[in-house]
């Protein structure tokens, strides 16, 4: 029986690799977005000869096919985030305990209108990550002050 990560893959016209399959088991047991050093480290336990530039072409080619998420973190770094919902959305993610929660408003509705009709413009695609500390993290700092 094919992994549902193959039928992923299979799905996304990606090659199905075991390197792209721990990719994406590793991602997918994780509550919060990984750094591509993390997720080598992790793949190292089982590849003992993956380089780090293999993780980080994966990663992207994984990215750009949207089987995983890219966080474009506030200090500059990328990130990595299996995300499980396949609907139109976007992420808050927390800058504290880097947990990434799913958000339904959009405003490309409103973000086309204004293009649309102040630029003269047409949007092609958007992203919106919002940044900041979830409730659980201020809680924790409300406790220890």
């Not at 990984?34 to 380089?51: A, D, N, T, Y």
């Not at 609907?87 to 504290?96: A, E, K, P, Q």
Request: aromatic share 8%; with cysteine.
């Amino acid at each position: 029986m094919e992994s549902g990560f193959a039928a992923t893959l299979k799905g996304l016209n990606m090659k199905v690799t075991p390197k792209r399959i721990a990719i994406l088991e590793i991602l997918s047991k994780e509550s919060i977005y990984l750094s591509p050093e993390e997720v080598w480290q992790m793949m190292r336990q089982r590849f003992k000869s993956i380089g780090l530039p293999t993780v980080y072409r994966n990663l992207e080619d994984l990215s750009n096919g949207g089987a995983i998420t890219k966080v474009i973190h506030p200090d500059r770094k990328l990130y990595y985030f299996s995300c499980g919902n396949p609907g139109h959305h976007h992420h808050f993610v927390c800058i504290s305990c880097r947990r990434v929660e799913d958000i339904s408003f959009c405003g490309r509705d409103e973000i086309e209108n204004e293009v649309n009709n102040t630029l003269k413009g047409k949007v092609l695609s958007h992203v919106l990550q919002v940044y900041g500390i979830c409730n659980a993290c201020i809680n924790e700092k409300k406790g220890g002050i």
